[in-house]
């Protein structure tokens, strides 16, 4: 699939991740839809129109159904077609399990799993009418290897996998293709707050000894989205971090 | 609007989306098993209908023939107008 003038929506992307997958779109010449729980900062905004693109905000809150349905249709309204849909909106509450709440759970699965679901669901009227269009999930190693402290979140992101494939599977009927993509350690402000001794040992356990960037993990939402004969997977991208 | 128009508009959205010839498509027709339409045939059938005549279709259990669709869709248009 060419980008040149697709419209990609990339959820949770006024920044980290989001961001650095928004802005590879906008490199190749896609339309962006921003969103996030708050409107994008007017730097965010610019630096996306500073690829020559379109640039739409759209704050909403994935864990609404009506607020994501409002949302989408509000694409549709400015532009006829949505190729590209990144789920990458997603939080974490880390607590070991004998501290974890219900809310504490559930509110992680809420938002990264429900919240993606939410989403696609939202997009499948219009995209298969269209006979096209590409899911890009953002699940996580921690998705496939568990985690202490991260119940909730590992949980989440396992069911990220599972849905992927069921949506890959039911959407390829009208041709559409869903993926997910792992990441492991990525400099992020998530990262950035852990103890330097806790990154030390971390750093320790990846092949290749040091974090990943939001770029490379954007480079791998880009191939997702351009090679129409890759469905159904999960691509880690984490130095070498869970490989068997 | 009359049964007829109903079925008309109806006979349209199924030929359109399954690609079958319209005299296929009578109100005896079982839109899965005659028309060979899988689940996200009808579910775009539905999405189509739902459109067409502005009305809501929570459910697809019960409807099997077209003659099933155009009696739902009259009765739909029917509450709609008393609303």
């Known amino acids: ?244 | 609007m009359t049964n007829d128009e109903i079925f008309s508009k109806v006979q349209a959205i199924i030929v359109d989306q399954t690609g079958e010839d319209a005299d296929k498509v009578t109100m005896t027709t079982n839109i899965k098993q005659d028309l060979d339409a899988d689940s996200l045939d009808i579910f775009e059938v539905i999405n189509e209908i739902e459109d067409e005549f502005d009305i809501k279709i929570e459910t697809e259990e019960g409807i099997e023939t077209v003659s099933d669709l155009v009696t739902f869709v009259e009765k739909q248009l029917a509450a709609k107008d008393k609303e």
């Open chain 1, 1 to 244: 699939m060419d980008l040149t003038d697709k419209t990609v929506l990339v959820t949770g992307s006024t920044q980290g991740i989001g961001l650095a997958i928004a802005q590879a779109f906008a490199k190749q010449g896609a339309n962006i839809v921003i969103n996030g729980r708050h409107a994008a900062s007017r730097e965010v905004i610019e630096a996306i129109q500073g690829e020559n693109v379109t640039c739409w905000d759209l704050s909403a809150d994935i864990t609404d159904p009506d607020a994501v349905q409002k949302m989408i249709d509000s694409i549709y309204e400015k532009t006829d077609h949505l190729d590209i849909v990144v789920n990458n909106a997603g939080i974490v509450n880390d607590k070991l399990l004998n501290r974890m709440s219900e809310t504490d759970f559930s509110q992680v699965i809420n938002t990264n799993l429900t919240g993606t679901f939410n989403v696609i669901k939202a997009c499948l009227r219009p995209m298969y009418k269209a006979r096209k269009g590409a899911f890009i999930n953002m699940a996580s190693v921690i998705g496939l290897t568990g985690n202490i402290g991260q119940a909730n979140y590992a949980a989440s992101k396992a069911g990220i996998i599972g849905l992927t494939k069921s949506v890959a599977k039911e959407a390829a009927l009208r041709g559409l293709r869903c993926n997910a993509i792992a990441p492991g350690m990525i400099d992020t402000a998530m990262t950035a707050q852990l103890a330097d001794k806790v990154k030390a040992e971390i750093l320790q356990q990846i092949p290749l000894k040091r974090l990943g960037s939001t770029d490379e993990v954007a480079q791998v939402a880009i191939f997702l989205a351009e090679n129409d004969y890759i469905t159904g997977q999960t691509i880690t991208v984490d130095g070498g971090l869970t490989m068997q």
